[in-house]
């Protein structure tokens, strides 16, 4: 089963998405991209992941134009906030899902704040993905 996951930088959300989806089930493809993509990994995502024995250290932020040729059975968007665009997909794709998370790389304050809200979004990211995986996708393998 082919999974994509989308959001506009790929550089945070989207990529932790990727990292616990693929640790869900080996028998999944899983990919993520952005409509923007940074062309670099939040460095505080990819330690929040490595801190529950997650590495998505060797991922890379893809254009989601290097996908639009491949056919999926999930283009999941993760996009937050309602002042934020969520990305089309025009490939070819069985069932869209939006799965909407808040961008801890926007937050501000003390740094503790800060990775108190990658910590937040990191777990609510596991808690959505998961279900989805249990509910939906695990019976289909």
């Not at 989806?21 to 952005?34: E, P």
Request: with cysteine; glycine share 8%.
């Amino acid at each position: 089963m082919k999974i994509l996951i989308l959001c506009t930088g790929n550089s945070c959300r989207s990529q932790m998405a990727h990292g616990f989806m693929a640790s869900f089930d080996q028998r999944l493809t899983v990919c993520s991209a952005g409509t923007e993509a940074s062309g670099k990994l939040n460095q505080s995502a990819v330690k929040a992941m490595k801190e529950i024995g997650i590495d998505i250290s060797h991922h890379t932020s893809d254009s989601v134009e290097k996908y639009l040729g491949d056919e999926w059975d999930y283009v999941i968007t993760v996009c937050g906030g309602a002042n934020e665009a969520c990305p089309a997909f025009m490939g070819k794709v069985k069932k869209r899902l939006h799965i909407g998370f808040d961008d801890p790389s926007h937050a501000t304050g003390t740094d503790e704040f800060i990775w108190s809200e990658f910590i937040r979004v990191r777990d609510e990211i596991k808690a959505g993905f998961y279900k989805l995986y249990k509910e939906e996708i695990e019976s289909q393998l």
